[in-house]
């Protein structure tokens, strides 16, 4: 049985709404080692709509 590993965008204050409108101001390149570390150990990403079609530029694979 394989498990399930959910990934959410977390404000340091707890937001987790609207992450568009705030977690681009925390990342660098110490998050985004983090990020692809994650995604890398997966065997499948379940993306909404919304977020596959505003990343199919930068994962067209």
């Known amino acids: 049985m394989r498990k399930?590993?959910?990934g959410l965008s977390v404000s340091p204050d707890g937001?987790?709404?609207?992450?568009?409108?705030w977690h681009f101001s925390f990342m660098n390149?110490?998050?985004s080692t983090?990020?692809?570390?994650?995604?890398a150990e997966a065997d499948a990403l379940l993306?909404?709509?919304?977020?596959d079609e505003s990343s199919a530029?930068?994962?067209p694979y």
Do not use: G, Y
């Not at 937001?15 to 409108?21: A, G, K, L, Q």
């Not at 983090?34 to 995604?39: F, P, Y």
């Not at 993306?47 to 977020?51: G, P, V």
């Open 15 to 21: 937001v987790v709404d609207s992450p568009e409108t």
């Open 47 to 51: 993306l909404d709509r919304a977020t």
């Open 57 to 59: 530029e930068v994962w």
């Open 29 to 31: 390149e110490e998050v």
């Open 4 to 6: 399930i590993v959910a």
């Open 34 to 39: 983090v990020v692809r570390a994650i995604q």
